[in-house]
């Protein structure tokens, strides 16, 4: 029935016929029968002036911009629809015609024309209905040719609902008024935002905070110093983001890069110990612009939301802005991680060479701090694990070591301080490439040994000792890294000469630096020990606790001997003078059978 419907009309589309038959005939003055005859003749007479090509007349080929046109549609209206016409419908300076000329993929159709005329004939006439407006599918339909996706005409609609002045959106119906809608008031005062360019930048501002509030592999991040006073001078790796009066642009000069050089060199007026903490996120300059137009529309739909009672919206009115507001927000959220791309980082590959500033661009999803560490650490530019093989090859490589050892406070602020070594999450990183350095047997190829210090009157180290778990904490760590032929000299020198045997008295290792290790040596011909016991009471309220120092303290050492068979017995003993209850007895008895006790039970006396 459809297609001998189009047969019928041909070359006119039945969709024309329709909406003059049953929309436009409502108007007073609108005769159904000349009425159509003289506005066709008007619209196939302006086609056939242009030379129009296409196959089928539509509700979007009718040339609204012809005068004879143009006055065959508004001569049933009142006279107030001539300015919607030329504003927002068709004409040398309407918007749909800028629209086509600002967008490629539109204008190649003329896509934002032929919606705004195929809205213009089905909603014009019955704007003051009570159930206004035609559905988003029926604008499409008065729109397409064959071989064409509506896709295109789609997004020519939503462009066209977010600008114009005149055209109202309910859902999926549209329909043109001659009231102007709040969109123009929105455009007003997005325009005066641009002469008020400090409201944008407390808005963009407090959106960047709420983003980086998600910190990924970064200790801290300091949001829009003002100054290099602002960013502490710490041990830890940190992300400085810049404000936007501060972008980057790829040229020689650009104000991302000079601004991270001052806050890079200086901490207000005092130089920066701590330089290799710190890298820098900066905004695209060239997409500034477009994040600055996004705010600015948000902030002047919030503002009329804010106002609507005392610009007297009616229902319809508030809809269209929280609408807008919602689109709006929605542009500024995709937008700054679009803006907020080029991460700063200063690189220095050796210590002669001087201090290079690369600038990569980051792309993804994730908040921008996580962006920033995921790329970091891709480039090994951030380190969140380090090998006691890798710190061993830099302590040869630079060199590190101050004589034949270094302190580990040294070396945490080394790390800290020069950008042509690794850059390090924070202390605790390099404390466990220390940790596992002490408990690698290979101790002598791949690590080093420690000291608690070093007797500059005697020679010697204090506290020495090689391949064994030690716990480290803090920044102010005493305690020496030292070279491992050093170790070993001592070491050596420190054997017995005629046979006799060393016996070491250390202190406790799971507190490195609380004591020094004290030798004595046996007689020569004096047999070595080879058995030990002991027996400790342990706070029945700190089981845990001492049975691991004990572990720690004891077992260690006594597994880590060549052959060496250690058994451990964990001895309970309890006096009850009140009695055991039976859910206590049941409890302990059942526990104990499931650990697996050898022996257990309770006695009456």
């Not at 020496?480 to 050093?486: D, N, T």
Request: glycine share 6%; charged share 25%.
């Amino acid at each position: 029935d459809y297609e001998k419907r189009i047969k019928a009309a041909y070359p006119i589309h039945p969709e024309i016929f329709d909406r003059l038959y049953t929309d436009w005939s409502t108007l007073v003055k609108f005769q159904r029968t000349r009425g159509v005859l003289r506005l066709m003749a008007a619209v196939i007479h302006s086609l056939w002036e242009r030379g129009d090509k296409n196959p089928l007349i539509l509700p979007a080929n009718i040339s609204i911009d012809d005068t004879r046109v143009q006055t065959e549609l508004s001569r049933y209206l009142s006279d107030n629809w001539v300015p919607v016409i030329e504003k927002d419908v068709d004409g040398p300076n309407s918007l749909p015609l800028r629209l086509d000329g600002e967008l490629p993929s539109l204008g190649k159709f003329s896509a934002c024309r032929r919606v705004a005329r195929t809205i213009y004939m089905g909603s014009a006439p019955i704007a003051k209905a009570a159930h206004r407006g035609i559905e988003d599918r029926r604008v499409k339909l008065g729109c397409l040719m064959p071989g064409e996706s509506p896709a295109v005409f789609g997004d020519a609609l939503r462009r066209l609902a977010g600008a114009a002045t005149y055209l109202y959106q309910d859902g999926p119906r549209y329909w043109y008024s001659t009231q102007p809608t709040v969109t123009k008031l929105a455009e007003d005062r997005a325009e005066q935002l641009k002469r008020d360019p400090d409201k944008v930048v407390v808005e963009l501002n407090q959106r960047l905070r709420k983003n980086l509030q998600q910190k990924g592999d970064f200790s801290r991040i300091h949001p829009m110093p003002l100054s290099g006073q602002d960013v502490s001078d710490d041990l830890d790796a940190r992300l400085v983001v810049l404000s936007v009066d501060h972008p980057y642009s790829k040229e020689s000069n650009s104000i991302a890069v000079i601004t991270a050089k001052v806050i890079f060199e200086s901490r207000g007026t005092s130089p920066r110990l701590y330089q290799n903490t710190l890298v820098f996120l900066a905004a695209d300059k060239t997409r500034l612009q477009d994040l600055d137009e996004a705010t600015q529309k948000y902030l002047a739909w919030e503002s009329i939301l804010v106002e609507k009672n005392e610009l007297n919206l009616d229902p319809q009115q508030v809809k269209q802005a929280e609408t807008q507001k919602r689109a709006a927000d929605g542009a500024v959220t995709a937008r700054l991680p679009e803006t907020y791309q080029w991460l700063i980082v200063p690189v220095q590959t050796k210590p002669q060479a001087a201090i290079e500033w690369q600038a990569m661009r980051l792309s993804g999803q994730d908040p921008l701090a996580v962006r920033a560490s995921k790329k970091l650490k891709h480039d090994e530019l951030l380190i969140t694990g380090f090998s006691a093989t890798r710190l061993r090859m830099d302590l040869d490589r630079v060199p590190l070591w101050r004589g034949n050892h270094v302190s580990i406070k040294q070396l945490i602020e080394d790390f800290a301080r020069y950008p042509y070594l690794p850059r390090l999450k924070n202390v605790s990183v390099l404390l466990d490439a220390i940790r596992e350095g002490l408990a690698l047997i290979t101790w002598t190829q791949d690590s080093f040994a420690y000291a608690d210090s070093f007797d500059e009157i005697e020679g010697r180290y204090r506290g020495l000792r090689t391949a064994q778990i030690s716990a480290l904490s803090g920044t102010d760590m005493p305690g020496l890294i030292v070279k491992p032929e050093a170790a070993l000299r001592q070491m050596e020198a420190e054997q017995p000469t005629q046979g006799g045997t060393t016996i070491v008295d250390g202190p406790s290792i799971a507190g490195l630096g609380k004591g020094n290790f004290k030798t004595s040596t046996l007689p020569p011909g004096t047999m070595q020990p080879k058995r030990f016991h002991g027996t400790a009471m342990l706070d029945e309220t700190r089981v845990g606790r001492d049975a691991s120092r004990i572990a720690d303290e004891v077992i260690a050492h006594l597994s880590s001997l060549i052959g060496a068979k250690v058994t451990v017995t964990l001895e309970i003993e309890a006096e009850i003078p009140t009695g055991a209850p039976d859910h206590v007895v049941r409890i302990v008895t059942e526990n104990s059978r499931t650990l697996k006790f050898t022996s257990h039970g309770f006695e009456k006396e």
